[in-house]
Antibody, heavy 121, light 110 residues
Framework: EVQLLESGGALVQPGGSLRLPCAAS????????MSWVRQAPGKGLEWVAFISGSGSKTYYADPVRGRFTISRDNARNTLYLEMNNVRVEDTAVYYC??????????????WGQGTTVTVSS | QSVLTQPPSVSGTPGQRVTISCSGSRPNIESNHVYWYQQLPGMAPTLLINRSNQRPSGVPERFSGSRSGTSASLAISGLRPEDEADYYCAAFDDSQTVWLFGGGTRLTVL
């Protein structure tokens, strides 16, 4: 069974940093692209970033480009989101999402349960 | 970044058929498949419609998807109380190389 377990959510001050891990199991991690998608309180879904199976290709949404970094450790079956210079508007539940293949145009197929990041002074 | 446009809310009575529209443009919906996600209250989203019109295993036949030009739609027939949820469309945008989500549609079963 595919499982995605996010962690690392916390209360952080504006301008601060945070790293979110997502532990994956139940599939060959390196064969699949992965994304982070977030949802601000009471709002809709917003795609954040994508990384290919090898980690060689990454894509970012404009609001986070230059501040957030998506990465992966295939030996540890773990996806990461490094968040720097966070803003109040980054407050959201962050979901780890598995694609059904190693390509950005494939399906965002399986979602984790999410981890909550709150940016506030 | 541009978004895909959905109605904020739709409603129907048990047994009825409802549709949810998703309007985009050439670089996204016209060029790539559309995906639909269901988010039940307090839960993570789940894939409802794959590649514009395919139902993943376990999704009832009551749910169907279609795409034409720059628009797509999700139809739910035989409405049931447990269908009450938020529904999101999504598509990749070739010109911006980003994934786009619609704003979400809240379905209320009266």
């Amino acid at each position: 069974e595919v499982q995605l377990l996010e962690s690392g959510g916390a209360l952080v001050q504006p301008g601060g940093s945070l790293r979110l891990p997502c532990a994956a199991s139940g599939f060959t991690f390196s064969d699949h692209g992965m994304s982070w998608v977030r949802q601000a309180p009471g709002k809709g879904l917003e795609w954040v970033a994508f990384i290919s199976g090898s980690g060689s290709k990454t894509y970012y949404a404009d609001p986070v480009r230059g501040r957030f970094t998506i990465s992966r450790d295939n030996a540890r079956n773990t996806l990461y989101l490094e968040m720097n210079n966070v803003r109040v508007e980054d407050t959201a539940v962050y979901y780890c999402v598995k694609f059904d293949g190693d390509y950005v145009l494939y399906t965002m197929h399986v979602w984790g349960q999410g981890t909550t990041v709150t940016v506030s002074s | 970044q541009s978004v895909l446009t959905q109605p904020p809310s739709v409603s129907g009575t048990p047994g009825q058929r409802v549709t949810i529209s998703c309007s985009g443009s050439r670089p996204n919906i016209e060029s790539n498949h559309v995906y639909w996600y269901q988010q039940l209250p307090g839960m993570a989203p789940t894939l409802l419609i794959n590649r514009s019109n395919q139902r993943p295993s376990g999704v009832p036949e009551r749910f169907s998807g279609s795409r034409s030009g720059t628009s797509a739609s999700l139809a739910i027939s035989g409405l049931r109380p447990e269908d009450e949820a938020d529904y999101y469309c999504a598509a990749f945008d070739d010109s911006q190389t980003v994934w786009l989500f619609g704003g979400g549609t809240r379905l209320t079963v009266l």
